[in-house]
């Protein structure tokens, strides 16, 4: 083939020329009068930043633009005439060739990938469209190519994809669980831990369950470690489960922006927050040290009984004694009124005897251990009652009762004090479980359940023992009175139950309608709650 036929642009204009030297050849731009020079359109092509190649119906090359040499380093002499093969790495599969060919031979267009080789030898990716070119009776006389090179492009994607599969066998290769969720709480990358916690929590999305947690604990703060990106650390959540032990769980998490990739944020370099969560299960050091925890506990309630029973026995002392120091004050004041000058003696006696009677209750008083001051903090009520069951096993166990403890599965805190609470639950406990015993029978049943609403955290304690008659569900609040008949016991259990219920702005009642036994109700302010009220 005669290259000299297939002039270049540049051979046809020569190097000087330009536009102006051919004003006489116009072409009628679409949809408009306008007559545009024919040499534009030579000219757009010429310097059109994508590789133009014009091919004979045998990919013969008949024209190429400068775009084209500085892609392929072939300059036209080089390529005139040959075939578009020439830039064949002959590494592209015969596939994509045989359906190259067969669409532009349909007269359609072929848009596709080929690996290319450049005039030195260096292989780049192509992204090719070729499109036939159709004569007056509609067939094709020529094809088109059009080409870019796509390799840097390509490397980048791949990193892109490389990255993220090395990112997904990181986070996979944890051993917490990690999940990344968008400002929708939407999750958009998880691992493998944290899809084993789906089934292991029987929860469907693990991570909405803990933000509501943390945005329950953390109130007004989390929206400002929000804003601020600040992250926290370390937030440790009791996780309860049906017929399950619970799980615990401590949970991290950090925020990072990222800038939109979308269109409409190309000018405004709009960005997104996007917050990583871990949850790491430590179920295991939390039971270990909740045994630690529950040997001092032991050790602590055991002492705090003492003390109790001692101010019990003091103050019951006292109130028996109350009584006959009446009397004698009465009985002197009789005396007095007669003025009885032969009873004068017995006058002074009995005088003598209250004062040293006073001496005695005033020192009995003195001896009234006091108790310690209690910090306020915020509890979980499913916690403090999950100990106080621990604490209350072997007593369930010795006397054969049953336990049904029905945690709520998510439980809002509640203000107070642990200590206090623990005295609370284990007495009221210890009530049930007395009372039980004494009454006997194979059945014996305790069950506890937890819940809340909006303002209230509830718990119930109820028993399957005698119950307490209705006419005396009021006294039993009341100080030194006891239903039992074994003389040990000083009535002050209640009394002390009441007055740590309202310490803590609670309400206890006896449940009226429950008739199978004894069934305690108890309800406590939220903690959020507690705090407005508080403001
Ligand atoms: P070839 O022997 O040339 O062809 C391989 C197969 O392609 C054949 O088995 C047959 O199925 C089919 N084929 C080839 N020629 C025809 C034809 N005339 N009619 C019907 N089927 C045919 N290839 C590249 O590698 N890189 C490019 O950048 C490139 N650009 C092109 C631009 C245009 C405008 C055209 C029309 C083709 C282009 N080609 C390009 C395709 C090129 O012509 C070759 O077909 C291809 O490079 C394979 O070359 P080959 O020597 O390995 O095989």
């Known amino acids: 083939m005669d290259k000299n036929r297939f002039p270049t642009l540049e051979n046809y204009l020569g190097k000087e020329s330009t536009l102006q030297d051919f004003p006489s050849k116009t072409v009628r731009a679409s949809n408009s009068e306008l007559q545009l020079p024919y040499q534009l359109f030579i000219e757009a092509v010429a310097q059109a930043p994508i590789a133009i190649s014009i091919t004979d119906k045998k990919a013969n090359i008949l024209y190429v633009n400068a775009e084209f040499s500085r892609i392929t380093g072939y300059e036209p002499k080089d390529v005139l005439a040959e075939n578009e093969s020439i830039l064949s790495d002959k590494s592209t ?41 159709l004569d007056a009776d509609g067939q094709i006389s020529h094809y088109i190519g059009m080409h870019r090179d796509l390799t840097e492009t390509y490397q980048a994607e791949q990193q892109v994809k490389n990255q993220k599969k090395l990112i997904e066998s990181v986070t996979n290769l944890l051993p917490i669980a990690m999940v990344v969720l968008d400002e929708k709480d939407q999750v958009l990358l ?26 329950e604990e953390l109130g007004e703060l989390w929206q400002q470690y929000q804003d601020k990106q600040q992250g926290f650390s370390q ?30 944020a190309f ?64 009985a002197e004041q009789i005396l007095q009124l007669k003025q009885d000058a032969q009873q004068q003696h017995l006058l002074l006696i009995l005088q003598e005897i209250q004062q040293s009677g006073q001496k005695a209750l005033a020192t009995m008083e003195n001896c009234i251990p006091t108790l310690a001051p209690a910090a306020l903090m915020s509890l979980n009520l499913n916690a403090i009652l999950h100990e106080v069951l621990l604490l209350s096993e072997p007593r369930l166990q010795n006397h054969g009762i049953a336990l049904d403890w029905q945690p709520a599965h998510q439980l809002p805190s509640i203000l107070g004090s642990e200590n206090k609470l623990r005295i609370l639950f284990k007495q009221l406990i210890d009530n049930a479980i007395e009372a039980m015993a004494q009454q006997g029978g194979d059945d014996m049943r305790l069950k506890i359940v937890t819940a809340s609403d909006n303002d209230w955290i509830y718990a119930c304690i109820s028993d399957n023992g005698p119950g307490i ?17 074994d003389t040990h016991q000083a009535g002050m259990g209640l009394v002390m139950a009441k007055e740590i219920i309202d310490q803590h702005q609670g309400l206890i009642e006896i449940d009226v309608d429950y008739k199978a036994g004894c069934r305690f109700k108890l309800s406590f302010p939220r903690y959020k709650n507690r705090l407005e009220a508080g403001k």
């Open 93 to 133: 599969p015969r596939q994509v060739y045989y359906d190259l060919w067969r669409t532009i031979s349909h007269k359609k267009t072929w848009q596709g990938q080929l690996i290319n080789r450049h005039k030195l030898g260096k292989r780049y990716l192509a992204d090719l469209t070729i499109s036939p070119m």
């Open 469 to 485: 008659p209705a006419d005396k569900r009021a006294k039993v609040f009341e100080p030194f009175y006891t239903t039992r008949l």
């Open 267 to 330: 000018f405004s370099q709009e960005s997104k927050r996007y917050l990583i969560l871990t949850l790491t299960d430590i179920t295991k050091q939390r039971n270990q040290l909740e045994e630690i925890h529950l040997q001092s506990l032991k050790l602590m309630m055991a002492e705090d009984a003492q003390v109790r029973s001692l101010r019990e026995t003091l103050l019951g002392a006292i109130h028996q004694l109350q009584q006959p120091m009446n009397q004698i004050r009465a």
């Open 190 to 215: 998880d691992n493998h831990r944290y899809k084993a916690l789906v089934s292991d929590l029987d929860i469907k999305e693990p991570a909405l369950y803990f933000l509501q947690l943390l945005r």
């Open 235 to 264: 937030r440790e959540f009791r996780i309860e489960r049906k017929n399950k032990s619970a799980r615990w769980f401590s949970c991290s998490g950090s925020w990072f922006s990222e800038t939109v990739s979308l269109a409409d």
